[in-house]
Structures are given as C-alpha cells and as structure tokens.
T-cell receptor, first 112, second 114 residues
Framework: LAKTTQPISMDSYEGQEVNITCSHN???????ITWYQQFPSQGPRFIIQ???TKVTNEVASLFIPADRKSSTLSLPRVSLSDTAVYYC?????????????FGTGTRLQVTL | DAGVTQSPTHLIKTRGQQVTLRCSPK?????VSWYQQALGQGPQFIFQ???????QRGNFPDRFSGHQFPNYSSELNVNALLLGDSALYLC?????????????FGEGSRLTVL
C-alpha cells in the first residue's frame, strides 16, 4: 500500500484559500487518491477523489500532477467550520468494499 | 434517509470485560466495515463484513470479532478488554458493487476502559 505524507497541521484565516499537499511517492498504477474530512467526535466524511489531473466538486478541488507522486487538496475561501482534520489516502478500490488506510492527517485550524 | 447509526455513543468498561458495539448501515448499503481510532490518530481498519462473512481483516487480535446480520446491520465484539482498547470505534458502510472508496461513517462509539 502506498504510504502518504502530509503536514501535521496548518493554520489559515477565514476567507483564504487553503492548499494541503500530500506526498505519495510509491503510488501504484491503479491507485486512486481520496481525501476525507473529520470533525471532532465524528466519523470521517468523503470530500473528493481523483486519479489524475484536476477534479472539482462543490466543496474542493484536487490537483494531481502527471507523475502522481503528490496531490493537493484545495479548499476555496475557508470558513471557521472548515476547521477539521484532513486525511489523504491512496488505494485501489476493486468494486468490492474498500479497506481504507488512514495516516495521521493534517489538522487545519481556521481563525478570524 | 438515515445514515449510518451506531450504539451506544459512549460506554465505560473495566479491564477484562467484554463489549458489544452495534451498527446499522446507510439505507441500501450491504457492506459494513469497522475502524478503531485512538486519540490523535487516524482510523485503523479492523475488519469488513459482506454477505454475513468477514471479507477482510486488519492487524487486530482475535479478541476482536464481529457479525453481520441478514438485514446488513453489524456488531463488533471485543473480549478481555485492555486499557489500550480505549478508542472511538467507527462503523462505515458502502455498497459493494458500486464501491469507489467512498465510505459513509457513523459518529462512532467511544469506549473507555478503566
């Protein structure tokens, strides 16, 4: 399984764009890159997933360079409610139910 | 449409006791996975149930066991509790034939072992 490395913590002010970069040098050809968000005392919540280039949804964007050895989660104009832990995962999901491998994540603190 | 529900939300046990945690998957989902999350750590995969059978298992001892019922709900049992079993236990559900790595998690059961 590919191991991921991401910053332990980040700080931002409300209204700024936040970019969290994840390194996954050993990503396999079939692996997808998935990001989850977790608030205190809640279960993780799926944010976004991608394989290559750029993926955007109503919550975030995911940028993946051609070599796929890293990825960047971009949160536009964060608010206080975006304060959470963000996990970057890589893995291949075969159509049978997934086994997710979480690291320690990036703790994002948003302040006024 | 109910999401993943877990019970109890909090419980306290003493070393050596046994505990059973329960999970009802999101409506329409057929697969349940269990994760253990220690304080300050990411969730760690325990095992996964599909069609009432354990399909995958993480690096957890046999003290951790589970069950899935015909209605897809699931139980996690932990025997001979240790202090180190204190954690948030998360249940996640998905639909096996549409699985893309998007799991739906419940809010967890927080277990404290004294």
């Amino acid at each position: 399984l590919a191991k991921t490395t991401q910053p332990i913590s980040m700080d931002s002010y409300e209204g700024q764009e936040v970019n969290i970069t994840c390194s996954h040098n050993n990503i396999a050809t079939n692996d997808y890159i998935t990001w989850y968000q977790q608030f205190p005392s809640q279960g993780p919540r799926f944010i976004i997933q991608g394989y290559k280039t750029k993926v955007t949804n109503e919550v975030a964007s995911l940028f993946i360079p051609a070599d796929r050895k890293s990825s960047t989660l971009s949160l536009p104009r964060v608010s206080l409610s975006d304060t959470a832990v963000y996990y970057c995962l890589v893995g291949y999901y075969t159509g049978t139910a997934s086994k997710l491998t979480f690291g320690t994540g990036t703790r994002l603190q948003v302040t006024l | 449409d109910a999401g993943v529900t877990q019970s109890p939300t909090h419980l306290i046990k003493t070393r050596g006791q046994q505990v059973t945690l329960r999970c009802s998957p999101k409506s329409g989902h057929d697969t349940v996975s269990w994760y253990q999350q220690a304080l300050g750590q990411g969730p760690q995969f325990i095992f996964q149930y599909y069609e009432e059978e354990e399909r995958q298992r993480g690096n957890f001892p046999d003290r951790f066991s589970g069950h899935q019922f015909p209605n897809y709900s699931s139980e996690l049992n932990v025997n001979a509790l240790l202090l180190g079993d204190s954690a948030l236990y998360l249940c996640a559900s998905s639909l096996a034939d549409r699985d893309t790595g998007e799991l739906f998690f419940g809010e967890g059961s927080r277990l404290t072992v004294l």
